[in-house]
């Protein structure tokens, strides 16, 4: 995977559903890579995805590297144990890719995410190196959900970042479950 490159990892034994994404998706806001499930930490040691999809029960490799790290998943059928994300069931590859188009389409308080990877803030302007807050935004307003662990943490991170890039956005986190929504101060427009 490249890691400059806002990418979706998918799982299967066999391409089909790789190929199925790939055409379905924007080349200009994402890259689409295949692995089998048995090379999937393989691949995130590379690169962290902005978001998997899969398919298949067998169990997941050790990802305990990735444990308290963002990334949306999604997955047909049974999931394997041990993802360090809740992943979002669906019923097929075509549900998947309805996900991710909307996915990439999120807009909150004018940020967006921008081609290739990173974000167009509000103002204009644009910020790279952000995929955590990529993959957050673009599963908004529903969040992220960590298995095993609180969400504390990448809640800290995330509302640093906000904070420093200033938008107009805050982190709620409850249990394991983090997610971005507007900030109060901002709501009526005015800042704080």
Known sequence: MRGAIRTVLVLSERPHPWAFIRDSLDPELV???WARPSEFGAHVAMALPWSVAGTGAQPAPDLAHLAG??????WVGPAPDRL???PLIRPSWQAISTDLQQALGVRLRGLRLAPGGGLRLPDGSFVSRVGELEALLSTHPD??????RTAREPARRMSALIGRLGLPLQV?????RIRLAEAE????GSAA
């Open 31 to 33: 890259s689409v890579e």
């Open 69 to 74: 790290t963002l990334f949306s998943c999604r």
């Open 84 to 86: 360090p994300v809740r």
């Open 143 to 148: 969040g992220i959900e960590l298995v095993g």
């Open 172 to 176: 709620r986190c409850a249990g394991g």
């Open 185 to 188: 101060d901002f709501a009526d």
